[in-house]
């Protein structure tokens, strides 16, 4: 929530729940669950890469 009124703090808070998206959908996968279960948990795993790709004010730098 505080990503709403910081704008800054958006790629973090995205950064550190990308984890536990992964981690639910990993999860679902285990469980043998059928698609209609997982389907929100893997729409969250695909969410941040797109949060990130659109966000103006973020960029991977590759330092060598």
């Not at 800054?8 to 959908?25: E, Y």
């Given at each position: 929530?505080?990503?709403?009124?910081?704008?800054?703090?958006?790629?973090?808070?995205?950064l550190?729940?990308?984890?536990?998206?992964?981690?639910?959908?990993?999860?679902?996968?285990?469980?043998?669950?059928?698609?209609?279960?997982?389907?929100?948990?893997?729409?969250?795993?695909?969410?941040?890469?797109?949060?990130?790709?659109?966000?103006?004010?973020?960029?991977?730098?590759?330092?060598?």
């Amino acid at each position: 929530l505080l990503s709403i009124f910081i704008p800054a703090v958006r790629p973090v808070a995205v950064l550190w729940l990308w984890p536990f998206a992964i981690g639910a959908l990993t999860a679902h996968f285990s469980y043998h669950h059928a698609f209609s279960d997982y389907r929100n948990a893997l729409l969250v795993c695909i969410m941040p890469a797109v949060l990130l790709a659109t966000d103006k004010h973020f960029e991977v730098r590759i330092i060598v």
